[in-house]
């Protein structure tokens, strides 16, 4: 008697491995998602610190007023595809960016606001999402987001 031989896989077998493949995405696409929104949270935080630097410069140099002129201040901000608002000191930016705005004229407890936009992910643009450095008399910056709490970077408070 001769025995034949299984070649390949069986049909209920590659359904299974289909159901298991569509269970994991199930739960992986949401994840990934999550994932990207609490990096771009991230990002924008870092984006908006580095105007910190100098905008406390200019405020030591009592330039206090945002602009390119002698005796004012440039923020130094930079286009960003995550943000809305439009370029505070220098050319307009190209479409689909936006900058963190700093408050005019500058003062001891200045504020930078950085709002999302444009290519952040829809759980941020949804909610209105915005980050904001907030400086105090003493010089000390606080961040505080209205990103959902469970995207609020490290360092930021809600």
Avoid: H
């Avoid at 929104?37 to 330039?63: L, P, W, Y």
């Avoid at 900058?99 to 949804?126: M, R, Y």
């Amino acid at each position: 008697m001769k025995k034949q031989m299984q070649q390949g896989f069986t049909l209920i077998e590659l359904m299974i491995v289909v159901a298991i493949i569509g269970i994991l995405a199930a739960v992986a696409i949401p994840q990934y998602q999550n994932y990207i929104a609490r990096s771009q949270v991230t990002r924008v935080m870092q984006e908006a610190g580095a105007m910190k630097t100098a905008v406390e410069a200019c405020i030591n140099d009592g330039r206090l007023a945002l602009g390119a002129a002698a005796g004012e201040c440039d923020p130094g901000a930079t286009g960003s595809n995550l943000l809305t608002g439009a370029a505070q000191v220098g050319p307009a930016l190209p479409a689909g960016t936006g900058v963190p705005q700093a408050t005019n004229p500058l003062t001891a407890a200045s504020t930078i606001i950085a709002t999302f936009g444009n290519n952040a992910a829809a759980v941020l643009q949804d909610a209105g999402a915005t980050l904001t450095w907030t400086r105090d008399a003493t010089g000390s910056w606080v961040c505080t987001t209205t990103a959902p709490a469970n995207l609020k970077p490290t360092g930021c408070t809600n």
